[in-house]
């Protein structure tokens, strides 16, 4: 994904905004994660996959209340002044009033202060949450603290989702999960001060020193160390990890890395701090959009690609309003309305031509944002660029601990 665009890429490319989907994305850090994830063996007993006959008894039981508590990440969906069109339209079409509420800062603190309600079987306040693939969502599906779908209530789903974000390694058959949007983590970098990228060993060059960022985030961290050994982070087993552990101390050692970050790297690469850093896409993107000169690649040995994914909590009160919203925005003129504000990859291909539609329509800036997001790799992915990315490995409670144990000591170092 080499990208040469000139600043005017994103030129008046949707609103600005002050927080983005990442900002202090696990803001906890790391000491907090390693706390929270050793309580867990206290909290709550892994459970056995959740029986067909009694999923089906629990939704035919469910009655629709005509109301529904949401709760999801900063800047995360259509919204017109204080208004979010889409979830009018949902309103309007079903009857059900929704809470909407942007209560996620990050998975860690947010999995955190819900762990303990729902091992208690409280309510959490929310009949639908959106939670990263990663150690939390894994830990929630593990101990049974989510609603497996049903899916014959989900046709959108099943017509309109792209293939690839079907039955993803973390929750097979989509379980207990479908997709609101996905990221990509790549390398960003500062064209006044670096020439061009290609290669994730960019990040290990030694004219960069002091120059580089990379995030403080385990899983990230270790995609990346992987990757630039050549090892399919999927596949990777503990000796692996223990390679890939050592690149990165180099890497730290030499003195190359400026800092591990949360989400504050993208005003350090601005700012000309660091002049190449581990990035997310849509932090990238939006940054263009407001004119500074920055680019963004998936570098050729791999990057990563995440999902934030709609779910529902087990103490949720109205599970069958949560599940008629997650049906709601699979369809491609609703998933065009949030794809067009929140500019992150949609799981709903169909948009692309529906964006075009509109930009057809569109007239002056509105028309070149629009132009600029159906074309946007950022946002719709090439085959070549969707062929080099890959996800965090899926670990168990015992590979966490040995995993955690050899790369927290990078970061924190």
């Known amino acids: 994904m080499h990208h040469s665009h ?4 994103l030129r008046g490319m949707t609103q600005s905004r002050s927080i983005t989907r990442r900002d202090a994305f696990r803001l906890a850090g790391l000491s907090a994660a390693g706390v929270a994830l050793a309580g867990c063996g206290v909290q709550g007993k892994k459970v056995d996959p959740p029986k067909v006959d009694a999923v089906a008894d629990f939704w035919a039981s469910q009655k629709k209340n005509d109301l529904l508590r949401f709760a ?16 009018e339209m949902f309103t309007a079409d079903t009857g059900i009033k929704v809470t909407y509420q942007e209560a996620i800062q990050d998975n860690t603190t947010f999995f955190g202060k819900m762990q303990p309600l729902l091992a208690a079987d409280n309510d959490i306040g929310y009949d639908l949450m959106v939670l990263t ?15 497996p779908l049903d899916h014959s209530k989900l046709p959108n789903f099943a017509a309109n989702a792209a293939q690839k974000v079907k039955n993803p390694t973390w929750d097979p058959n989509n379980t207990h999960t479908i997709p609101w949007t996905v990221g990509l983590t790549g390398i960003a970098y500062n064209p006044k001060y670096v020439d061009g990228v290609t290669s994730i060993q960019d990040l290990w060059n030694p004219k960069y020193k002091g120059k580089v960022g990379m995030m403080l985030d385990t899983q990230e961290v270790a995609n990346f160390g992987l990757f630039s050994l050549g090892i399919d982070p999927d596949k990777s087993t503990e000796a692996d990890w223990r390679k890939a552990g050592e690149k990165l101390k180099k890497q730290r050692d030499a003195g190359l890395v400026r800092k591990y ?14 002049w190449i850093t581990m990035a997310w896409s849509g932090d990238i993107f939006q940054q263009v959009a407001e004119g500074k000169d920055l680019k963004f690649v998936v570098p050729e040995e791999g990057g990563t690609i995440w999902t934030d994914n709609m779910c529902i909590p087990k103490t949720a009160q109205n599970p069958l309003d949560a599940l008629m919203l997650m049906d709601y925005v699979y369809q491609p003129k609703i998933a065009t309305m949030l794809v067009e504000y929140i500019n992150y990859i949609t799981p709903v291909p169909a948009t692309k031509d529906l964006i075009l539609a509109d930009a057809a329509k569109a007239k002056g800036d509105d028309k070149a944002s629009l132009e600029q997001i159906a074309k946007s790799p950022l946002i719709f ?14 670990l168990t409670t015992a590979e966490e601990k ?4 050899i790369f927290q000591p990078v970061t924190q170092g």
């Open 6 to 9: 000139d600043p005017a890429f």
């Open 72 to 87: 999801n990440w900063p800047l995360y969906i259509d919204k017109d002044g204080k208004r979010y069109p889409s979830l």
């Open 133 to 147: 693939n990663g150690l939390q969502l894994s830990k929630a599906i593990a101990l049974g603290y989510l609603v």
């Open 261 to 274: 970050y949360e989400n504050d790297y993208v005003d350090a690469l601005v700012r000309g701090d660091v």
């Open 381 to 394: 992915p090439s085959e070549t660029d969707m062929a080099k990315l890959r996800s965090y490995k899926t």
């Open 402 to 405: 040995v995993f955690e144990s």
